[in-house]
């Protein structure tokens, strides 16, 4: 499997987990327009990762907090009733070059402070991914951190709640069904 599709896989996943299809819906950011109102959750773990929105010719924010995902429609896992946020920065180039990777570091540096498992760290010369994940009581992972950092794209994801490892894996089974009859549903559609 390669690194882009493994690496989509994973975002689907920590999407879909907590929301629906019907819910799911990123808008670009304009970058001509000034930002309306400050984001729901205060991210302290990937503050200041904004700069990087300089340059970039897309610009995807998410900034989901307890109370906006107690407004998703509760699924047969209710898994946003147990989230705390989702937080998801992505910056899209038209060229290399547009962000210095020492300024990445800067926010990978931030995941070694003895509390986060990092488990995936992948180097080569088409860029980097790294996930990691801090653990609660009762071996739920309250957090997961998953950065990647390619020539043309730069993405940060933040979620936060009562999801075990487990339930990561449930929702990726579901994930792959339910794109499976979405797939069937076209192909119905088109005859």
């Known amino acids: 499997m390669t690194k882009k599709l493994w690496l989509s896989l994973t975002m689907a ?3 879909t ?3 629906p299809a019907h819910a ?3 808008l670009p950011v304009s970058l001509a327009e000034p930002a309306g109102e400050p984001p729901q959750v205060k991210d302290g773990l990937l503050e200041g990762t904004e700069k990087f929105a300089q340059g970039a010719k897309e610009v995807t924010e998410v900034n989901m907090d307890k109370n906006m995902l107690g407004m998703v429609p509760k699924g047969d896992s209710g ?5 705390d946020f989702i937080v998801v920065h992505s910056y899209t180039y038209d060229k290399p070059g547009m962000y210095r990777m020492e300024d990445v570091d800067v926010f990978r540096k ?3 402070d003895g509390s986060w498992n990092c488990f995936v760290h992948t ?7 790294d996930i990691c994940t801090r653990s609660g009581d009762h071996g739920d ?8 950092a390619e020539p043309l794209e730069l993405t940060f994801i933040h979620l936060r709640g009562k999801v075990s490892m487990s339930d990561l894996g449930k929702m990726s089974s579901s994930m792959s069904m ?6 069937s549903k076209d192909k119905d559609k088109d005859k």
């Open 17 to 19: 987990a907590v929301l």
């Open 24 to 26: 799911q819906r990123v």
């Open 178 to 183: 339910s794109s499976d009859t979405s797939k």
């Open 79 to 83: 898994m946003a009733s147990r989230m």
């Open 110 to 112: 931030r995941l070694t």
């Open 141 to 148: 992972s309250n957090e997961m951190v998953i950065m990647t």
């Open 13 to 15: 996943v920590a999407m």
């Open 123 to 129: 180097r080569d010369k088409d860029g980097s991914t």
